[in-house]
């Protein structure tokens, strides 16, 4: 594989579709108005945490003008059992979680569709719930493997003695909330069925795997389900496979034969869409009176419904980050009755190295090191786990290139030393990484008679930027200008590829589409002319996928925070995020910057703000909105920037790229967390850092 100098390819072009969005003639998959006879489905929501349903009465409901069909567990359509058991909607009777659809309203109007959906009498038998995680749960046990497939514990050398003898060591519980991923688009989808053909739009991270997953919950041939997303507002994973809404408005749309749209309200997302588990993780740290890790222990227990299993891999990390001759990580789960946690931007990573980097702060005071200095000693030449060289690492660049551009040198360790009137100035740095993964994608390439070139390629543009940088890689594998290249995606008709997840969209794409405009630019080369019904090459990476081994793909990176708390109210402020990343080859500058402040402002978000409130004895997190779930806004980010190291990594993929969608915000938390220590004096060990947490623990000023 070599990577080649290029034109399009590092440039900043503005968004391909840009104008059609800010036009409003980029239609989202609720917005298809050419679309006639359409009609609206209102979904049902529990309100216990566990039970069953004992009687649904729909009288009052149902012989209303305009309401078309009520849909309950006992004339909902039946649909094939998958493993994702969170899409067998209305299949039973049973309640595993508050806030699960239990029934759903189909009528010509979303206005009727809803008001009689709040009629709707739900009798329960309700049981006793358990929903509060609690790092002794009695539920408590050790899944297969942890998401997709990683080991659920791993182990080296001698850990315990190794902590025992250690000059100095850590031994600290980072605890972090459940967290609900909010796109700007809802989730949403219309669907239309012509016989036993089905199409949908729908909101979604890959129209390929949604296609793949109503086919079977069906019972249909794949090729019978056509899915497509051509603009998609955000998802952060909660659209990364096919979710509660495509199903919901595909069985209605088959009840009432006609089309069904369906939008979830924002109340709904916090239920059924999944979250990020909240975590509690335990992480002991020795090092040698150098600072040199000699042991590195993470434990974490998180949670899962009684559904299904899902298992955060949060640990993941921490086997890879440091060296040290002695390291465990192990993930337990409690099976809670509660919604099915789910992918959240850098699922596993993004909690996990919030515990990792608070804690290396935390040694780095012990041993009396710079923080930075700290990580750059433990420094791993190979990925400690599999003993791999790194296709290319530059953590190491980052830290100091982001010192230099943050002003790092000459910081007083002390904390709680510096005012600014009656507030508490400090700063910090934390690590960030992410993996470089890509998988197997198809791709078309088509050279028309008038020198204009066309791919398609079934990629999710989520908001990322991806269509345009697929259009900028296209361009430079068929040696054009952008200007007569156009990419076509979010259609399942184009064929398999992956999904806008894992940081590897652009990657997997980004090959297929280079592998299909080569072989187009030779095949154009040997005809002369291009005849009238031009020419097309299909390509398949899953060959080149699979023979890439021999090395640790993973992106690094630094992020420096400065963190200001007022003294007497406890407020905190983070006046200056700073990001250094190494993530190779960056495809287009401004999309890419983007992606990254986008990350470190999430990071941002879930240091201060977010957080899932649980009432126990409701048995849900009972912020349901955006005015009660905090997101980080304007006003909380005043100063952010996003640099990147110049990496060349000749292995990772012929584009020489890693993923940015996640990196960005794997770290950020932790080194908002230290610059509020070192502010403050006070570690705050739970997420977020509230100002309840603060008050009563500050200093008092003298000043
Ligand atoms: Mo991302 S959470 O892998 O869509």
Redesign the pocket.
């Given at each position: 594989m070599s990577v080649t100098a290029t034109r399009a390819v590092g440039s900043a072009l503005g968004r391909i579709e840009g104008p059609a969005k800010v036009t409003g003639a980029a239609k989202y998959a609720g917005e298809q108005d050419d679309i006639q006879d359409v009609a609206y489905v209102w979904p049902v929501q529990s309100t216990i945490a566990k039970g069953r349903i004992r009687h649904i009465d729909d009288a009052p409901i149902r012989d209303r003008p305009q309401v078309l069909a009520v849909l309950t567990p006992d004339n909902a359509p039946h649909l094939q059992p998958l493993a994702d058991a969170e899409l067998a909607v209305l299949q039973t009777r049973n309640v595993a979680y508050r806030g699960q659809i239990v029934a759903a309203v189909v009528a010509q109007t979303l206005e009727t569709a809803r008001e009689a959906a709040e009629q709707l009498q739900i009798e329960y038998d309700e049981e006793a719930h358990d929903v509060e995680l609690t790092q002794d749960h009695q539920s408590l046990y050790k899944p297969e493997h942890v998401n997709p497939s990683f080991p659920t514990d791993t182990e080296q050398g001698e850990v315990d003695h190794a902590l025992a003898t250690a000059a100095f060591s850590v031994d600290h519980t980072y605890e972090t909330p459940a967290l609900h991923n909010n796109p700007m688009e809802p989730h949403a989808t219309l669907a239309i069925w012509h016989g036993d053909e089905l199409t949908l739009y729908d909101s979604n991270?890959g129209a390929y795997s949604v296609q793949q997953t109503l086919a079977q919950l069906f019972d249909l041939d794949p090729a019978a389900v056509h899915v497509m997303s051509q603009h998609v507002g955000g998802?952060?994973?909660s659209k990364?496979t096919a979710r509660v809404n495509a199903v919901l408005a595909a069985m209605s749309a088959r009840l009432v034969r006609r089309p069904v749209k369906l939008a979830l309200h924002r109340h709904h997302q916090f239920a059924v869409v999944g979250y990020r588990t909240p975590t509690i993780q335990r992480i002991k740290l020795g090092a040698d009176a150098d600072g040199r890790l000699t042991a590195i222990s993470h434990d974490v227990v998180e949670q899962t419904s009684t559904l299904m299993e899902f298992a955060e891999q949060t640990a993941i990390a921490t086997r890879i980050m440091y060296a040290a001759p002695n390291r465990r990580t192990t993930h337990r789960l409690a099976r809670l009755d509660m919604p099915t946690p789910r992918?959240?931007?850098?699922?596993g990573e993004c909690p996990g190295m919030y515990a990792l980097e608070s804690a290396m702060d935390e040694l780095a005071i012990e041993c009396d090191l710079d923080p930075l200095e700290l990580r750059i000693r433990n420094e791993p030449a190979r990925d400690p786990e599999s003993g791999k060289p790194w296709s290319s690492r530059s953590l190491v660049e980052c830290l100091r290139d982001g010192a230099d551009r943050f002003g790092w040198a000459g910081r007083d360790p002390r904390p709680a030393v510096r005012y600014d009137g009656s507030w508490l100035v400090g700063t910090g740095v934390a690590a960030s990484t992410y993996p470089a993964y890509a998988g197997p994608a198809t791709a078309a390439a088509r050279a028309e008679r008038d020198g204009t070139f066309v791919v398609r390629i079934t990629a999710s543009d989520i908001g990322t930027g991806a269509r345009t940088a697929l259009t900028q890689i296209a361009a430079d594998a068929l040696r054009v200008g952008t200007d007569v290249v156009r990419v076509d995606i979010g259609d399942s008709a184009f064929g398999q590829a992956n999904?806008?997840?894992?940081?590897m969209g652009t990657a997997s794409w980004g090959w297929a589409v280079t592998k299909a405009c080569t072989e187009l630019r030779e095949e154009v080369g040997r005809h002369g002319e291009i005849p009238v019904d031009g020419i097309e090459v299909h390509a398949d990476t899953s060959a080149e996928i699979e023979a890439r081994t021999g090395y640790k793909f993973q992106g690094f990176g630094a992020q420096f925070a400065e963190a200001r708390v007022n003294v007497d109210t406890g407020e905190v402020r983070v006046p200056r995020l700073l990001g250094v990343f190494g993530v190779g080859r960056v495809i287009n500058s401004r999309t890419a910057r983007s992606q990254l402040i986008g990350g470190m402002t999430m990071g941002l978000s879930m240091a201060l703000h977010e957080e899932g409130v649980l009432d126990p004895a409701f048995g849900d997190y009972v912020n349901h909105d955006l005015a009660e779930y905090h997101v980080a806004s304007c006003a909380d980010v005043t100063d952010i920037a996003a640099h990147w190291v110049d990496e060349q990594d000749d292995h990772v993929n012929p584009m020489g790229s890693k993923g940015i969608?996640?990196i960005g915000i794997v770290g950020t938390a932790a080194a908002v967390a230290n610059a509020v220590h070192h502010a403050t004096g006070v570690r705050v060990r739970d997420l977020p850092i509230r100002l309840d947490k603060l008050l009563g623990r500050l200093p008092t000023r003298t000043g």
């Open positions: 991270q998802g952060f994973g990364g992918w959240m931007r850098a699922p999904i806008a997840g894992g940081s969608g996640e």
